[in-house]
Structure formats: structure tokens, C-alpha cells
């Protein structure tokens, strides 16, 4: 019953973003959609942020569980992309609302597990130690990580597949080249 309540209140908060900008939302919207009381809303939530960052999580979540490890990056970003458009009123809301350093914690999981697995991947034909490929992994991460940031504050405007493919011609062939560079092949 918890859950079903968390995500009826997702819902209703999605379906008022479709309306008003998120500080503009009152829990009383909220609790008055599901036809629940305030003390209800506050048995699973601080306040309006709380279930902003759940309803973030919970996507996150969903998608670290079902999808399978993408063979490269370009297939994982345009993922992260089209995972983000779908939820794009909820994402454009905490982007101006919550700040770029919210949103950036809560794209850190989906960022983090592409570029590991492709980390991963790639570093096969080498030896390289664990903390090696974590640092060059968060370095992979930081480019990403600031051009998804920067396509969310332009209002998500530009096609992803447009900004992979810009990404994949600065970086064609840089993952194993700076792996590399970490160990001698075997």
C-alpha cells in the first residue's frame, strides 16, 4: 500500500508540473488530487523535494534494474537521453528548481554505470588496477556528466543523437588510448 500511495503521489505531481512550475505545486494539490490527507503525504515524505527526488530515484532505479549493459557508450548515453526526455517536465523542474548540483547527484548512478561497463570493457587487453580504472572512469564521467547538465539547462532542446555523435568524433578511440596508458598490454 506504501508504494502504491508514493507513486500515486508521483503521479499527481507530474500531472500539476503539466500545469505549474514545481515551487508553484502545494501539498495540497498533491494530497487533494489522491484524495489522501496531509498526514498521509508526510508519513512518506519530508515535503515537495522529498517526492521530487523519489520520483528521480525510482526512474533511476527502474532503469539500473532492467537494462542490460550497453556495448558502448554512444548506445548507453543515448539511453541516459531518451531516458531523461521521457520524464522531461520533471527533469527541466529539478534542473531550475533543485540546481544543477541536484540533478547532477542524481544522474551520477545511470552516468556511472555506462561509463564503468565500458571502462570495464575496454580494459580487458590491459593490466590495470582497480583504482586505476576508477579514476579514469569518474574522469569519463565528469565530460559526460557536464555535457548532459548543459543540454538539461538549454532546456533539452538539441537531438541527443546529434550530441553522441559530436561526442563520439571528440573522443573516437580516447577511452582505450588513456586506458592504455595505465598499464602495458598483456
Not at 13 to 33: E, G, M, V, Y
Not at 44 to 73: A, G, P
Not at 101 to 128: D, F, K, N
Amino acid at each position: 500500500m506504501s508504494q502504491i500511495t508514493k507513486q500515486a503521489l508521483g503521479d499527481a505531481l507530474r500531472h500539476f508540473l503539466a500545469q505549474k512550475p514545481l515551487n508553484k505545486i502545494t501539498i495540497s494539490d498533491l494530497t487533494d488530487h489522491c484524495g489522501i490527507s496531509r498526514m498521509t503525504f508526510y508519513y512518506h515524505f519530508e515535503d515537495i523535494y522529498d517526492l521530487v527526488i523519489w520520483c528521480c530515484t525510482e526512474n533511476i532505479s527502474k532503469v539500473l534494474d532492467t537494462e542490460n549493459l550497453r556495448e558502448t557508450w554512444q548506445e548507453g548515453f543515448l539511453g541516459i537521453f531518451h531516458i531523461m526526455q521521457e520524464d522531461r517536465t520533471l527533469v527541466l523542474n529539478v534542473f531550475r528548481v533543485m540546481g544543477r548540483g541536484q540533478m547532477e547527484q542524481l544522474a551520477a548512478p545511470l552516468i556511472h554505470q555506462v561509463v564503468s561497463g565500458v571502462i570495464e570493457t575496454e580494459s580487458r587487453p590491459y593490466h590495470i588496477s582497480e583504482e586505476d580504472k576508477a579514476f579514469v572512469t569518474r574522469c569519463y564521467g565528469y565530460v559526460f556528466s557536464g555535457v548532459i547538465l548543459d543540454w538539461i539547462q538549454n532546456g533539452m532542446t538539441v537531438d541527443p543523437a546529434a550530441i553522441v555523435k559530436r561526442l563520439d568524433t571528440l573522443l573516437g578511440g580516447s577511452i582505450p588510448l588513456a586506458l592504455s596508458h595505465f598499464s602495458d598490454k598483456i
